[in-house]
């Protein structure tokens, strides 16, 4: 048990032991260690914290929350053992930290030279009740908190014409099965035309590109002059589908050309945006440069960090208008923070006060109308006056299995989520008896019905090649590649984590060697034709983004020679493409298979999510409802273990943060 009479060492010697289980990162056992150097003497208890709180940021948590942490150390730090069973026991967090109560740890942290009560000293940690923070990340929090605080009040004047707008702009009332239905596209224009600051959420086929799109038209078509409207998003996959998507929409606009003219079709990454300064966590945009622009939107925000959130705010002029859009129930940002989650909590229950709501009827024609639907107050729920849910998924309209087993996980009945899987063409469960199980290998390969595998786009890449003595400036290299890719893109298979049996790296590797055994790959390692790789870093050199896929082909050189380049779209609307020579490429993954997270903003006819075969920190309704969402037409679920799927539903995403209380302030 830690105690104030520990020693430094036996506080260090716990520390590399769980290093070296896994449990902690060397970062994190090292800022213990320096710590200790600055301030000889230290609270071991203080300086377990500090770890702590480092540890839990690369887990997602903005801050240590210490009454969570004595309550179940081992869950809500995400320390499962993964060692020798005694040994591991030996070391688990929970005897560690027995013992030790809630009030001696935080008047442990309140002495301690190396913390600040709430952040009022330059000190390394800020303790703020029942929650420890790095000093940065406590900065990070207040700064956004303050941002938003300000936008939140910030009400705009709407024109008068607004009615008119709304209905040249959505023309014909919402049917559902042929009943009137509350159209919330409409309603959300509405709000967004009345605010600095608006957030839209919504799952997938809700509409918040369409929204999106005809907002910044009724924006663009009332303004007096033209705008400055920049469109982003946090990833480089997530930029090129919404440029993509927004491209395709524009064209449709009611509109006249001079409005359609102004509207922006390329979406940019965060970082481009803000101006990446190279070696460094800072951009060429902030408080004292700030971007040149007057409205401002954000898709996938879901996937922002806080950190990020943070410089993007900063960086705002106080007069443009900010939009975020993002699906709430979706896996949170790989870095710390869950600001989509935090600022969406009351989404669903609306909360809009009675003037909100009579202004909103008032002017869109629309009645303000769900079973979930809660009044609110304008002190107690400002945030909510500016958040408005998109409620009806076209995508997963109707007899939609998938539709209905997403929303059975999110709203986490797992009973009835394991029913529906055997009730619906669209939805399906195999049973893995193991690592070379004949069923796996048959989906892998191809599957039935609506269900495809990896033999689908090699079929395509080895059966409608062209004749070898065409040229490679013939149209016919060109739609030959599109058509691989356009067939690789329909089915995908996913995992809840990288290492392991079950994990991304060891079913890539047995994926190829299937795939080689079979005779449809050429090789199972190494560049070969037919291989699909990730983008894992941005390249603007290559004009390549993080999560843009790749695939390997031989194509012919001027002088009769096969060379292998790896074909990419340009995903911007264009139909072209973009081929690359292996060589030139250093930050690449094979991808056949592909984490969860990784898939955030895709779409796939076919997806496949196989699950670790024990209970994994990593599983929760966050990550099984993303999963599912990916697919359009076929979900299968793989279980090579029984029950992990009931209990991962159990099990939602919790990141600590005080982001909601500092806005309520």
């Known amino acids: 048990m830690i105690t104030a009479k520990t020693s430094i060492q036996e506080l260090q010697s716990l520390l590399q032991q769980w290093v070296e289980l896994g449990w902690l990162r060397s970062l994190d056992s090292a800022l213990a260690g320096f710590l200790a150097e600055q301030v000889p003497g230290a609270d071991p208890r203080v300086l377990l914290a500090a770890a702590l709180a480092s540890h839990q940021l690369g887990h997602g948590h903005v801050c240590l929350d210490l009454a969570a942490t004595l ?3 081992d869950f809500a730090l995400s320390l499962p053992p993964e060692g020798e069973e005694g040994l591991a026991d030996a070391w688990l967090p929970s005897l560690w930290l027995a013992g030790l109560t809630l009030s001696d740890w935080q008047q442990a942290l309140a002495q301690s030279p ?12 800020v303790l703020s009740g029942e929650r420890l923070y790095l000093r940065r990340y406590w900065s990070y929090e207040q700064g956004v908190a303050e941002a938003l605080a300000a936008r939140i009040r910030d009400d705009r004047d709407v024109p008068d014409d607004l009615p008119v707008w709304l209905e040249r702009l959505f023309p014909e009332p919402l049917r559902i099965n042929g009943e009137r239905q509350t159209d919330w596209q409409k309603l959300a224009c509405a709000l967004a035309a009345s605010s600095g600051f608006t957030l839209i959420t919504g799952g997938p086929g809700t509409g918040k590109t369409t929204t999106v799109v005809r907002l910044l038209a009724l924006l663009q078509g009332t303004a007096s002059q033209p705008l400055r409207i920049r469109l982003a998003a946090p990833t480089g996959k997530a930029a090129a589908r919404l440029t993509e998507s927004i491209g395709n929409q524009v064209v449709r606009l ?10 922006p079709t390329e979406v940019s990454t ?3 945006l803000l101006g990446s300064v190279p070696g460094s966590r800072h951009f060429r945009h902030h408080g004292g440069n700030p971007l040149p622009l007057d409205v401002l939107v954000v898709d996938e925000a879901s996937m922002i960090d806080l950190e990020m959130m943070h410089s993007l705010l900063m960086a705002l002029p106080a007069h443009a208008r900010l939009l ?8 949170a940002s790989v870095e710390a923070g869950a600001l989509l989650g935090d600022l969406c909590s009351q989404a669903e229950q609306g909360l809009y006060t009675p003037e909100r709501k009579a202004w909103l009827e008032a002017v869109s024609g629309e009645q303000v109308a769900h079973p979930s639907l809660l009044a609110g107050d304008s002190e107690r729920h400002a945030l909510a006056q500016r958040v408005l849910m998109l409620r009806y998924s076209r995508r997963f309209a109707g007899g939609s299995g998938i539709g209905r087993l997403a929303e059975a996980v999110n709203s986490q009945q797992a009973t009835l989520a394991r029913a529906l899987l055997g009730q619906y063409d669209d939805i399906a469960s195999v049973r893995i008896k193991g690592e070379q199980d004949s069923s796996l290998n048959r989906l892998l390969y191809g599957g039935r019905g609506k269900a495809l595998g990896y033999g689908h786009y090699l079929e395509v890449l080895n059966n409608t090649r062209p004749v070898v003595n065409t040229a490679f400036d013939d149209n016919a290299w060109h739609d030959w590649a599109d058509s691989v890719l356009t067939a690789f893109e329909r089915f995908r298979l996913l995992c809840a984590v990288r290492r392991g049996p079950w994990g991304v790296e060891g079913l890539n590797l047995r994926i190829a060697g299937l795939l080689h055994r079979r005779g449809l790959l050429s090789a199972a390692e190494g560049w070969y034709e037919g291989r699909p790789v990730l983008v894992t870093r941005n390249d603007y050199s290559l004009g390549l983004m993080n999560g843009d896929i790749g695939i390997a082909l031989r194509l012919p050189e001027q002088d009769g020679r096969a060379v292998l380049r790896v074909a990419f779209a340009r995903n911007d609307g264009s ?15 094979t991808v056949f298979a592909m984490t969860v997270h990784k898939s955030q903003g895709s779409e796939f006819e076919h997806t496949a999510l196989i699950l670790p075969e024990a209970l994994n920190p990593v599983l929760t309704k966050e990550l099984l409802y993303t ?11 793989l279980e090579p273990g029984r029950n992990v799927f009931e209990q991962a539903i159990a099990r939602r995403v919790e990141r600590r943060s005080g982001l909601l209380e500092s806005l309520q302030r």
Not at 114 to 125: D, N, T
Not at 254 to 263: D, L, M, S
Not at 627 to 637: D, K
């Open 627 to 637: 999963g599912i969402t990916r697919a359009s037409q076929h979900f299968t679920l």
């Open 270 to 272: 965060l970082h481009r």
């Open 71 to 73: 309550a179940e150390p």
């Open 254 to 263: 009611p509109v006249n050309e001079t409005v359609r003219a102004h509207i």
């Open 114 to 125: 190396l913390i600040a009560a709430k952040g009022e000293a330059e000190r390394p940690l």
């Open 575 to 589: 139909n072209e493409l973009r081929f690359v020579l292996p060589s030139r490429l250093s930050e690449v993954e």
């Open 324 to 331: 975020l859009l993002g699906d709430k129930d979706q896996l």
